[in-house]
């Protein structure tokens, strides 16, 4: 899973957020906010990454029980997927 190209993630203050450009612009209509976690694992959907290795990731990252984990992980691509952003491989 990745995601779309169309979708850029930018840091404004403290504020992870994130737009649409191009033709997806119009059809988004708006921008998400990133909480550092999100954007964590946003950095980690490159194509190649799979729902186990981000739910590794955050364990690593911040010494979290896979229950925990795993709960992040899915709350997050469920948003992703609600949003249109998240492309699967």
């Known amino acids: 899973m ?12 403290v504020q992870n957020i994130v737009v649409a450009t191009g ?6 209509g708006g921008i998400l906010r990133l909480n550092d976690t ?16 981000l739910v590794a990731a955050l364990m690593n990252e911040y010494g979290i029980e896979q229950e925990v984990a795993q709960r992040s992980v899915d709350a997050f691509l469920s948003s992703l997927r609600n ?7």
């Open 23 to 28: 033709d997806e612009e119009e059809k988004f």
């Open 38 to 53: 999100s954007a964590f694992l946003w950095g980690k959907l490159d194509g190649k990454c799979q729902e186990e290795d």
């Open 83 to 89: 949003e249109g952003v998240l492309a699967e491989n």
């Open 2 to 13: 990745y995601i779309k190209k169309c979708f850029k993630l930018m840091k404004v203050g």
